[in-house]
């Protein structure tokens, strides 16, 4: 832990994670689809999710842990059904709709560090996995020359993992070191929507060059604390050229970034 004020940093005697812990993820799924007719083709999967953390408390710098060994599952099915229609020869309209879960990571469920300069994160293992349901629409075509697509998608999170305040034996600070930290933990927030775009463009202008371009921009919205959603990138993507013959090619990109100033309060 470093103290801001004069660069100070003294060493724990352990890590942010309690020692031998063990984090295991295993699926099992299904996915097929089915060419309906010579212009549509369904999709669909089932998918069965199993993660399983273990781990012990206290690390041996804190003494307001409590002695506790940990053993925790967290399972869900997920799946997903999709539409592709080819309307004209080359162009094509899709749309899927999925839903999905995150589990707590180790770093969810028990981390215990400086975090982000006066903060410490403190374990939570009373989390609940993040739900999401997500819907996409989008145009394809794939023409000679110039294939690509732009797709629009949507997706709804109900209990959402996020760092908040907390408290130790009451409080909401602590001193380590003689630095005053303000404790926070991973906690389920609540809803948020997250809305976006993407386009994809290969053109081959040649036989020799192609170009190559990728797009997109996310918008999130925490709906439950009435905030920005936090971790979100601006927008974002590439652009490159492809020369290309027979015994190599040579590839010249550059990537971009605009300005993210739509941010949580944890961000």
């Known amino acids: 832990i470093t103290e801001p004020e004069n660069g100070i940093t003294y060493k724990q005697n352990s890590g942010r994670f309690p020692d031998k812990s063990n984090y295991n993820s295993y699926g099992i799924y299904l996915q097929d689809e089915f060419q309906v007719s010579k212009k549509a083709l369904i999709s ?23 002695q ?18 080819k309307f004209m020869p080359d162009v094509s309209i899709f749309g899927n709709i999925s ?3 995150r589990a707590p990571n180790l770093s969810d469920l028990a981390k215990l560090d400086e975090s982000k300069g006066t903060i410490l994160e403190i374990p939570n293992p009373d989390i609940s996995p993040e739900k999401l349901i997500s819907i996409e629409t989008g145009l394809s075509v794939d023409f000679n020359n110039l294939s ?33 930290y303000q404790i ?39 709906t439950t604390l009435n905030e920005p959603a936090g971790g979100i990138p601006p927008f974002f993507g590439l652009l490159g050229i492809n020369y290309h013959k027979p015994d190599y090619n040579l590839y010249f990109y550059t990537r ?5 100033d739509r941010l949580s309060a944890d961000d």
Do not use: M, W
């Not at 669909?44 to 409590?66: M, T």
């Not at 999170?157 to 907390?166: K, V």
């Open 256 to 260: 971009f970034a605009l300005k993210q």
């Open 184 to 222: 926070k933990s991973k906690q389920n927030l609540g809803e948020a929507i997250i809305r976006g775009c993407e386009l994809f463009l290969n053109y081959s202008f040649s036989n020799r060059f192609t170009f190559h371009g990728n797009f997109s921009y996310t918008r999130g919205e925490n």
């Open 68 to 85: 506790e060994i940990y053993d925790q599952y967290f399972k869900a099915f997920s799946g997903n059904f999709g539409i592709n229609y």
């Open 148 to 180: 690509g697509s732009f797709t629009l998608y949507q997706s709804h999170i109900t209990d959402l993992i996020a760092s908040a305040p907390d408290k130790i034996n009451g409080s909401d600070t602590i001193s380590l070191y003689g630095v005053d």
């Open 99 to 101: 839903n999905a879960f």
């Open 44 to 66: 669909g999967g089932v998918r069965y999710n199993l993660y399983q953390a273990d781990y012990k408390f206290p690390a041996s710098d804190f003494d307001f842990l409590i």
